[in-house]
């Protein structure tokens, strides 16, 4: 539109590009400063259900940061500031180390981390990621590394790292599957153990019937593949009902609960299934 209305809204531009780039600094000079005491950032986890019969069997640990004058600050806003200052390194750590640390309460479920291809990139990655294992005694095959499909793609040391990290045990999971790039014939090529199917095509389902064809596709491929199958984003009865049917392995989303604080878990660990066991749909359905 800049370009249509000439000089004026490319001034204009400049402006907000200012403010923007701006406000960026001051985030990372606030994230800088909150990596000292850590006392503005929390860890919250949002739970993973067996989409077969609704036994909560891990949990997502997400980032959570308090900003003393903003507030709450997305991870979409923050996470890339982070990424790019370099200090997703520090946060990484923390989330890792704090994640680990509280998966020791809750003995049968695996926890899940999200990992930035930048920390990935660094050579002593797995090193990092070996000493928190053995400071916390986590199991390694309770933990799952989520990562980008740019991360999975990315030859050097971020592929060195990745198949480093799943000979200890510790999985690799495909997050926000759908979104990248990459076709979908090239998950017969990708080594990973599980894909989370981005939420995007979760949400489209009521509008759009080509969202479901695609995860219905991605779904039938990663069972071919032995892969295993997360959708995001589930936040209805209706996706639940259709991600059953067409054979989807775990389900996250608000529909089942949203990322809790540790002290919430015991909650969620002790509620019954999620979903009705397969046995009793079949009797309701019969009636
Ligand atoms: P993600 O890893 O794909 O995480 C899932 C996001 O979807 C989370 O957003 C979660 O709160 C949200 N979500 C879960 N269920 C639903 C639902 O039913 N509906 C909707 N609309 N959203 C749902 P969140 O916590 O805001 O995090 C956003 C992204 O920030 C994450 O996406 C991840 O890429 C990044 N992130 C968060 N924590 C970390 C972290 O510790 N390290 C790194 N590197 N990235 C992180
Ligand atoms: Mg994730
Ligand atoms: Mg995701
Ligand atoms: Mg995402």
């Given at each position: 539109h800049a370009k249509m209305n000439g000089r004026n809204d490319f001034a204009g531009f400049d402006v907000e590009m200012d403010v923007l780039l701006r406000n960026r600094r001051r985030v990372e000079t606030d994230l800088r400063e909150a990596l000292v005491s850590l006392d503005q950032f929390r860890v919250h986890y949002q739970p993973v259900y067996n989409a077969v019969d609704g036994v909560l069997t891990g949990f997502e640990a997400l980032m959570r940061w308090q900003h003393p004058a903003r507030g709450w600050v997305s991870p979409e806003f923050f996470i890339p500031v982070a990424e790019e200052s370099g200090l997703i390194r520090d946060i990484g750590q923390y989330v890792l180390q704090t994640a680990c640390e509280a998966a020791l309460k809750w003995p049968e479920q695996s926890i899940a981390v999200n990992v930035s291809i930048i920390e990935l990139q660094d050579v002593d990655y797995v090193k990092k990621l070996a000493a928190v294992l053995s400071a916390t005694g986590l199991a390694p095959e309770r933990l799952e590394l989520e990562v980008t499909e740019t991360a999975v793609v990315t030859a050097g040391t971020?592929?060195?790292?990745?198949?480093?990290?799943?000979?200890?045990?510790?999985?690799?999971?495909?997050?926000?599957?759908?979104?990248?790039?990459?076709?979908?014939?090239?998950?017969?090529?990708?080594?990973?153990d599980r894909i989370k199917i981005d939420k995007t095509f979760i949400h489209g389902f009521d509008q759009s019937d080509s969202d479901k064809a695609m995860v219905r596709a991605i779904v039938e491929l990663a069972r071919a593949t032995r892969l295993a199958t997360t959708a995001e984003g589930v936040e209805n009865v209706a996706q639940v009902e259709f991600l059953q049917a067409i054979g989807c392995d775990a389900l996250q989303g608000f529909y089942f609960s949203p990322a809790v604080p540790a002290d919430k878990v015991p909650e969620l660990l002790a509620a019954k299934p999620a979903l009705p066991s397969p046995a009793a749909r079949e009797s309701v359905n019969r009636i």
């Open positions: 971020c592929e060195e790292n990745l198949k480093a990290i799943r000979k200890m045990g510790v999985k690799v999971a495909l997050d926000d599957f759908g979104t990248g790039f990459s076709s979908l014939g090239r998950l017969t090529q990708i080594d990973v």
